[in-house]
T-cell receptor, first 116, second 110 residues
């Protein structure tokens, strides 16, 4: 158990809909990262927040947005969903602003999104 | 940009040794990490190399050559439970996040 909690674990929705994925980082971690993993693919970095502020952006679509709240939990909002958005969405956390300092991120179990 | 290359699949037998290679291209390289992911599970951290050389952690070892932009993960005394996907990832200070390779699926056979 990494200490990172993600909800929901599974989500099935229709094209054009909007969903919100939630992540609670490990106790004490200030950085939250969101990654997308499509079937048999690698992990694509979407966005990072540190202590409530956006710190880095990856290949995140304009239809997607995220935020980190004062209690450090984060939400990833996916709107106008398309079939291709079906994927596993992982949240990871680290203590520092730069998770790259130790190369170690702690991943949640992921939210599996299926768009029909 | 950043890119990482690793083999898509490797097959080995129980008790054997397997090496998974990773070459990378990135600016501002800081270090190379390795992660294990079982089917449907979360990626879990295995090792991190910031300096040249070999790091050993139990049955797993990881190597880095910064001059060659190359690293590998060495798994010894393979067990069935080692069947999983293994990802190398580069730590780029400019990006603040880890960029992952596409992963190597390791199948351990009896």
């Amino acid at each position: 158990d990494s200490g990172v909690t993600q909800t929901p674990k599974h989500l099935i929705t229709a094209t054009g809909q909007r969903v919100t994925l939630r992540c609670s980082p490990r106790s004490g971690d200030l950085s939250v990262y969101w990654y997308q993993q499509s079937l048999d693919q690698g992990l694509q970095f979407l966005i990072q927040y540190y202590n409530g502020e956006e710190r880095a952006k990856g290949n995140i679509l304009e239809r997607f947005s995220a935020q980190q709240f004062p209690d450090l939990h984060s939400e990833l909002n996916l709107s106008s969903l398309e079939l291709g958005d079906s994927a596993l969405y992982f949240c990871a956390s680290s203590a520092s602003d730069t998770g790259t300092a130790t190369g170690e991120l702690f991943f949640g179990e992921g939210s599996r999104l299926t768009v029909l | 940009g950043q890119s990482l290359e690793q083999p898509s699949e490797v097959t080995a037998v129980e008790g054997a040794i397997v090496q998974i290679n990773c070459t990378y291209q990135t600016s501002g390289f800081y270090g190379l990490s390795w992660y294990q992911q079982h089917d449907g599970g979360a990626p879990t951290f295995l090792s991190y190399n910031a300096l040249d050389g070999l790091e050993e952690t139990g049955r797993f070892s990881s190597f880095l050559s910064r001059s060659d932009s190359y690293g590998y993960l060495l798994l010894q005394e393979l067990q069935m439970k080692d069947s999983a996907s293994y990802f190398c990832a580069v730590a780029d200070m400019g990006r603040r996040a880890l960029t992952f390779g596409s992963g190597t699926r390791l199948q351990v056979q009896p």
